[in-house]
């Protein structure tokens, strides 16, 4: 398995330009499934799960050509099922659900058991698609789908969810009838998800909102889309310009997605300014500790956590970093207290003390974004870091190594 090696004390300067989000992509090509076609899609991030979700719509019987510009043909769809080998490896494999019941009124998907920050149940899918008419089975380890035609309905989902929200809205496009979603989530990935749906020729309103409006029609068309920015990628570079002193120009980013970490930043005494296609990040001498309290969006995202807690780690002060939405986030901690992070977790709490200096160390990468925060880590740490199992990196991260070095870091993948 692949290693990151890196040295580390370089503050970085330069330009990086922001990929499209993952967690637009992957909803955005599950919605190819509702159409016959062939449908266009702009700015595809090249990245491990856009490999996954593309051999599983294949497995399908969708015929997909391109890259970061992508067709994908569903003309016919010869299988209902998802199998368990490529649901584990990527849970959000789940969002075929929704379109394959909605077209095909029958869906076979593995349950995508959890992962390392959580248990993260779709039971919340399964629950509004069960009140859209679905008859629905949970047999050996499969959900087992049925329904005639889904008929619209009235659904409150307890928790935001954000897979959840776009299962049902797409589900919801070919149904019978007006779906109304409450205290469904506002996050820019679902826009998106509405806009291309839109442009099939469904009938959504109120996307961004905790209200989405869907009317069902009878069919939809093939369209053309593109996928937002990465704000998570883009916010990761920021948090690197303010722990190493340095100032980033990042580039094709929308502000308006990252305004709870502006937020944030600026309060650890970094200057963010827009700039023409982008936001300048420029890091600041002494740095303020803050308290970052996760929440669904527009507040501070989870996806951002451990890289402020490895920010955090070399505050000024006391930080308390509080994670509402995953119960087990905090898997970073240790690899970062193996650097000389002094982190105390309390229930869903971590007391981050800033230490004037962190040092290198062999370190694990245990998901996507404690992975990030490790690399953010060494860029500061003193000597240097070896990162291991870097293929969680590369599920979220375009190039990430790269992208680095090309604004100063002192750092290389190996062959592992
Ligand atoms: C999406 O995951 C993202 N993934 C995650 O990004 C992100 O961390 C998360 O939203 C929160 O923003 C994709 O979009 C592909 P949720 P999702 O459903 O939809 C509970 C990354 O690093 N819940 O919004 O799976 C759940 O356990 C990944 O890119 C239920 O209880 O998250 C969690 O506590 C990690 N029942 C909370 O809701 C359900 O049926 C929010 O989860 C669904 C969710």
Redesign the pocket.
């Known amino acids: 398995m692949d290693k990151i090696i890196i040295q580390g004390g370089k503050a970085l300067h330069g330009d990086v330009l922001i990929s499209g989000a993952?967690?637009a992509a992957?909803?955005v090509m599950a919605a190819a499934l509702l159409t016959e076609g062939t449908n266009t899609f702009h700015n595809i991030p090249d990245l491990m799960?856009i490999k996954t979700i593309k051999k599983l719509l294949r497995n399908l019987g969708a015929q997909i050509e391109g890259e970061q510009t992508l067709q994908i043909n569903v003309d016919k769809i010869n299988s209902c099922v998802a199998p368990y080998e490529l649901v584990k490896t990527m849970?959000?494999s789940v969002?075929v659900l929704g379109p394959l019941v909605a077209r095909m009124g029958v869906a076979r998907v593995s349950l995508p058991g959890g992962c390392a920050?959580?248990?993260?149940?779709?039971?919340?899918?399964?629950?509004a698609l069960e009140e859209m008419g679905a008859q629905i089975e949970l047999k050996e380890g499969y959900i087992e789908a049925k329904a005639k035609k889904l008929k619209g309905a009235e659904i409150y989902f307890?928790?935001?969810?954000?897979?959840?929200t776009?299962n049902v809205m797409m589900a919801a496009t070919l149904a019978q009838g007006t779906t109304i979603l409450r205290n469904a989530?506002c996050?820019p990935?679902v826009v998106n998800l509405a806009e291309v749906l839109n442009g099939m020729g469904a009938k959504i309103s109120g996307a961004g909102t905790d209200v989405i409006k869907i009317e069902g029609v009878t069919s939809l068309k093939p369209t053309e889309g593109t996928i937002i920015p990465d704000r998570?990628e883009a916010g990761t570079f920021m948090i690197a310009a303010g722990m190493t002193h340095g100032e980033l120009n990042i580039l094709g980013c929308v502000p308006e997605h990252l305004e709870a970490l502006i937020n944030k930043l600026r309060d650890t005494g970094m200057k963010i300014s827009p700039i023409k296609g982008g936001l300048k990040a420029t890091g600041t001498k002494k740095i303020n500790s803050v308290d970052v309290k996760t929440l669904?969006?527009p507040g501070f995202?989870?996806?951002l956590q451990a890289q402020m807690m490895a920010y955090m780690s070399i505050g000024g002060g006391l930080s308390v970093i509080t994670e509402t939405?995953?119960?087990n986030r905090f898997m970073h901690v240790s690899e970062l207290a193996r650097m000389g992070a002094d982190i105390t977790i309390q229930g869903n709490n971590a007391i981050v003390r800033g230490v004037p200096q962190l040092r290198g160390a062999p370190v694990m990468a245990t998901?996507?974004?404690a992975s990030a925060s490790l690399i953010l880590a060494a860029l500061v740490a003193k000597g240097t870091t070896e990162i291991s199992r870097v293929y969680h990196l590369d599920r979220?991260y375009e190039q990430i190594e790269k992208k680095f070095s090309a604004v100063g870091a002192n750092i290389k993948r190996v062959a592992g």
Do not use: C, M, Q
Request: charged letters at 30%.
């Open positions: 993952k967690n992957l909803p799960d849970r959000a969002l920050i959580g248990a993260r149940p779709v039971n919340l899918h399964i629950k307890d928790i935001s969810t954000v897979t959840g776009e989530a996050e990935e998570i669904p969006y995202a989870t996806d939405v995953f119960e998901d996507l974004r979220g």
